[in-house]
Structures are given as C-alpha cells and as structure tokens.
C-alpha cells in the first residue's frame, strides 16, 4: 500500500478502495446522505428522522408496547423513555398502563398525534421520492429486498 501522497486530494481523487467493500461504511454513508435529504425536506417542520418513524409505528400500532417499539427501531430504553416523554409533553403520544400487566406501557397516538401525522404525510411522502430519485425501479426494488434480509425484516411488503 503506497500512502504517499503526490498531488492535492480532493474528495474525486481520495483512494477510497478499502472502503468502498466495506459494508459498515457504504451503509453509514448511505445513513448521512439520508439523514441530510430528511432535514433538507423536512428539517423545517421541525421534525427528526427517529421522531417520525416512531409516531408512524405507533399510529400503525395503537397500544404497542414502548418496549417493542424501542425493540424494532433499535432504540435504547433510556433514550426511549426520553422520546415517550416528549411526545407526551408535546402532546402526540398517550400512555396506558394495562391492568394484566402493571410493568408494561401502552402508546398510542393522540388525536394531535394522528393530526401531526396527517399533516406530515405528504412532505415525508415527498422525501421518498426525493431518495428514490437516483434508483430506477428495479434497483429501488433489489436495495429495499436487501435491506429488509440484511437487518433481519423477513416480512413481505404489501401490494
């Protein structure tokens, strides 16, 4: 491996060969590309990407478990006692307690919830058209078969 360096680097000419294979980092690239499109699209609705994934799971799921919803989406339970709390404080998210299980907490969306939602849908609609843009359909349909068998979602998408 030569690492010297004869002319001035630029983002187009960096070697990048050890790590274009790698899949960590083409899937942390491919992370912050989306992460940026999202702000781009949504950022001044004030929204953040785990946000809104979590108020879409729970309004497909009224009365899911905050454990299980921390559990799909990977999310630790302090940080998801923290988020629970905010959507709480912002009014979005209730949660119930059930008699037969006194450990377990119930979320659901609230009315303002389901109106947030709602009145989101389109723009976050819109971003994935935006992400898509640069796959034709076949490749579209390939990466998402990917994605699902690589993170472990063995379900099969709805027609």
């Known amino acids: 491996m030569d690492l010297?360096?004869?002319e001035p680097l630029t983002e187009e000419t960096a070697d990048l060969r050890d790590l274009?294979?790698?899949?960590?980092?083409?899937?942390?690239?491919?992370q912050v590309h989306t992460y940026e499109t999202?702000?781009?699209?949504?950022?001044?609705?004030?929204?953040?990407?785990?946000?809104?994934?979590?108020?879409?799971?729970?309004?497909?799921?009224?009365?899911?478990?905050?454990?299980m919803v921390a559990q799909i989406l990977r999310i630790?339970?302090?940080?998801?006692?923290?988020?629970?709390?905010?959507?709480?404080?912002?009014?979005?998210?209730?949660r119930t307690i059930p008699d037969h299980d006194r450990r377990s907490v119930q979320l659901s969306l609230t009315t303002s919830g389901l109106d947030f939602i709602e009145?989101?849908?389109?723009?976050?609609?819109?971003?994935?058209?935006?992400?898509?843009?640069?796959?034709?359909?076949?490749?579209?349909?390939?990466?998402m078969q990917l994605l699902r068998k690589y993170v472990g979602f063995d379900w099969e998408e709805e027609s």
């Not at 630790?76 to 709480?88: D, N, Y």
């Open 4 to 6: 010297a360096v004869n």
């Open 20 to 30: 274009a294979d790698s899949i960590g980092f083409m899937a942390r690239l491919a």
């Open 38 to 67: 999202f702000f781009e699209d949504l950022g001044a609705y004030g929204l953040r990407p785990g946000e809104f994934s979590t108020l879409l799971l729970i309004g497909r799921n009224p009365g899911i478990r905050q454990g």
């Open 76 to 94: 630790k339970p302090a940080h998801m006692t923290k988020l629970v709390r905010s959507f709480e404080d912002r009014q979005l998210v209730e």
């Open 119 to 143: 009145e989101h849908r389109s723009a976050f609609a819109q971003h994935e058209i935006n992400l898509r843009s640069t796959l034709t359909a076949p490749e579209l349909r390939t990466l």
